[in-house]
């Protein structure tokens, strides 16, 4: 049976939050007839494909995982409503206002949070995100035509509104940028292979997996000697500036996670753990001394695969959580 939070994740029950770090609960109503991220089908494909902008209208809990023009009109009060936008790992978010009509003084709000919030977490986590929490708040009633464009740091973004009068509105255009250097990443799929780079930046990097999963590191460059180091009760990588650490836990903030192995040296070969985790992070500290990579595949847990362990296979952690 999926867990509470796969179930979050998945048909999208999250938390809003509100302006000087509040949160509000948002129960997701009517959001489990599509799948979380959005599907193309073949005629969505021809007709991308032939140069047309995308366009449809939004639902007050949505998700959106592709370019296009949006429009959300209140057909009644609306008071706890988001989309979350989704890319690839290598792709940034650009949201531009095209029209915008809400009430600012009668209590409407049009916010753009620079990651996601679910479940009252952040990610990415103030730890890992290079700007303040307070800054990642852009509303719209508060910069009005200053700012009409706004760019996510990492793949995902998201907007939250309340909307009081039927018939108001707004308009948004969705994009997506390049990004050379992709850092904090969330997964669209339970399977992939990825490769972090982080060239000689004083930064943390966390790369999130919302389901459990078998994670399989083959290459790693720290600018140290080679060697693995797992993490031990009175041990770890405290006082290297550099490191990589494997995360486990049931929610979306990697600073709330527990700390299942850390790599404190570059090695070539292969490092594998089996987490049944909900979600399960791999993040790169890095101290901008080197030019730090990591190379990683994962794939979704198969219960009823056989036990296979392998050498330098990991103990496995959080199955009772399945």
Not at 217 to 222: G, V
């Amino acid at each position: 049976m999926p867990s509470a939070f796969q179930f979050q994740c998945h048909f999208i029950l999250i938390f809003l939050a509100a302006s000087k770090g509040e949160t509000r609960y948002l129960e997701v109503r009517d959001a489990g007839e599509d799948e979380p991220f959005l599907l193309l089908s073949e005629d969505l494909k021809r007709e991308l494909s032939a140069g047309q902008v995308y366009r449809r209208s939004l639902r007050c809990i949505d998700m959106l995982s592709i370019e296009g023009q949006f429009t959300f009109t209140a057909d009644q009060p609306q008071l706890h409503c988001a989309t979350f936008f989704i890319g690839e790992p290598e792709e940034l978010i650009m949201i531009d206002y095209d029209f915008v009509n809400i009430d600012c003084k009668g209590g409407d709000f049009l916010k753009v949070f620079d990651g996601w919030i679910l479940k009252g977490e952040k990610f990415p986590s103030s730890l890992d995100h290079p700007l303040p929490a307070s800054q990642r708040y852009i509303d719209f009633c508060e910069s009005g035509n200053i700012q009409k464009s706004v760019r996510s740091s990492q793949n995902v973004a998201m907007i939250f509104f309340r909307i009081h009068q039927p018939g108001n509105g707004f308009t948004i255009t969705v994009k997506k940028n390049t990004n050379l250097f992709p850092c904090n990443v969330i997964s669209q799929t339970p399977s992939g292979r990825f490769t972090m780079v982080i060239p000689h930046q004083h930064r943390n990097c966390s790369f999130s997996i919302i389901y459990p999963v078998v994670i399989k590191i083959s290459d790693l460059i720290l600018g140290h000697l080679n060697g693995l180091f797992l993490k031990k009760p009175s041990a770890g990588c405290a006082g290297v500036g550099d490191f990589v650490e494997l995360l486990g836990g049931t929610g979306l903030d990697p600073s709330k996670m527990f700390p299942l192995a850390d790599l404190c040296h570059s090695f070539h070969g292969s490092a594998q753990m089996k987490i049944g985790c909900d979600n399960t992070v791999l993040r790169m500290v890095s101290s901008g001394k080197h030019i730090n990579r990591v190379t990683f595949e994962y794939h979704q847990i198969d219960l009823q695969e056989p036990e296979n362990r392998k050498e330098n296979s990991i103990e496995e952690f959080c199955f009772p959580s399945i």
